[in-house]
């Protein structure tokens, strides 16, 4: 049963396997950041492919093509909140797309 949708923002990030911050993977440097940030969730998903500012082609179908695949960090709260973790993504310097999507929240 759904109840009364609340409005929210979602944050999409979208960055490479293989990106790093400080030796960890900065898919997973944005999970804890959102976490110690108290944001209501954060979900990474890993792409099977894709390709971005440098046109080249990555799938998990050839071994050869498959390093550097898209992982998407998709983060859900109230905008207030998004909007104050947005710093966090600047001191990462980040280097993938960073989108922000208004949302309804039903659950």
Same mark, same amino acid.
Do not use: C, N
């Given at each position: 049963?759904?109840?009364?949708?609340?409005?929210?923002?979602?944050? /999409? %990030?979208?960055?490479?396997?293989?990106?790093?911050?400080? *030796?960890?993977?900065?898919?997973?440097? $944005?999970? *804890?950041?959102?976490?110690?940030?108290? @944001?209501?969730?954060?979900?990474?998903?890993?792409?099977?492919?894709?390709?971005? /500012? *440098?046109?080249? %082609? *990555? /799938?998990?179908? =050839? $071994?050869?093509?498959?390093?550097? @695949?898209?992982?998407?960090? =998709? %983060?859900?709260?109230?905008?207030?909140? %998004?909007?104050?973790? =947005?710093?966090?993504?600047?001191?990462?310097? $980040?280097?993938?797309?960073?989108?922000?999507?208004?949302?309804?929240?039903?659950?």
């Amino acid at each position: 049963m759904a109840g009364a949708a609340v409005k929210g923002l979602r944050l /999409t %990030i979208l960055v490479g396997e293989d990106d790093r911050w400080r *030796h960890r993977p900065m898919y997973t440097e $944005l999970v *804890h950041r959102a976490h110690a940030a108290g @944001l209501a969730g954060a979900t990474v998903l890993r792409g099977v492919e894709g390709f971005g /500012t *440098h046109s080249r %082609i *990555h /799938t998990d179908r =050839l $071994l050869s093509l498959a390093e550097e @695949l898209p992982m998407m960090v =998709l %983060i859900v709260d109230a905008e207030e909140r %998004i909007r104050a973790f =947005l710093p966090q993504l600047a001191e990462l310097g $980040l280097e993938g797309l960073v989108m922000l999507d208004p949302v309804e929240v039903i659950r």
